[in-house]
């Protein structure tokens, strides 16, 4: 019989609305910042920014689909 090998991943993301004008400079370093807070929050989530407010997902979702 074949060898199973058995891989945990984890994923921490920042994501920032590309707003006219910005540089991609400016986005970049809010996406940043935005992954390093996602980090420090611990793994597997992501935050993002959506119309200045914070929204923070965190995964797996619960079996109802809903967004933490």
């Known amino acids: 019989q074949g060898n199973t090998i058995t891989v945990d ?3 921490s993301g920042g994501i920032v609305d590309f707003e006219e ?5 400016q986005a970049k ?3 940043d910042t935005f992954l390093y807070k ?3 929050g611990g793994r597997n989530r992501i935050l993002m920014s959506e119309l200045a407010d914070a929204v923070e997902v965190k995964f797996p979702l619960e079996e109802s689909g809903s967004v933490q």
């Open 38 to 40: 996602a980090k420090e």
């Open 9 to 11: 991943v984890t994923f």
């Open 29 to 31: 370093e809010i996406a």
């Open 21 to 25: 004008g910005q540089s991609f400079e």
